[in-house]
Nanobody, 120 residues
């Protein structure tokens, strides 16, 4: 069981920056992938960025060049640096931890979410 706690959300003007952090209750060293997802009102939850155990990263096209994901295995944290924020980035942001097993199944863990609001 992995407990994830997000922090760093808030209200920011368009063009501004925020940094989200996610603290895990256990070591993340062996977790296959850590990531951030978001869900805007009336929309489905969508992937924002992921970082694998190897350090390789993946970003949604809408955030490429603006957001940067990083993980600190020593501190068991994952961060999302968000720059050049836009009103359409407004959403609840969720931290995610995922492990894929030899059976092919993937187990996901989720944080409670943190609100990011970007005003125009």
């Amino acid at each position: 069981q992995v407990r994830l706690v997000e922090s760093g959300g808030g209200l920011v003007q368009a063009g501004g920056s925020l940094r989200l952090s996610c603290a895990a209750s256990t070591s993340i060293f062996s977790i296959d992938a850590m990531g951030w997802y978001r869900q805007a009102p009336g929309k489905q939850r969508e992937l924002v960025a992921t970082i694998a155990r190897s350090g390789s990263t993946n970003y949604a096209d809408s955030v490429k060049g603006r957001f940067t994901i990083s993980r600190d295995n020593a501190k068991n944290t994952v961060s999302l640096q968000m720059n050049s924020l836009r009103p359409e980035d407004t959403a609840v942001y969720y931290c995610n931890a995922a492990n894929t097993y030899s059976s092919g199944s993937t187990l996901h863990y989720w944080g409670q979410g943190t609100q990011v609001t970007v005003s125009s």
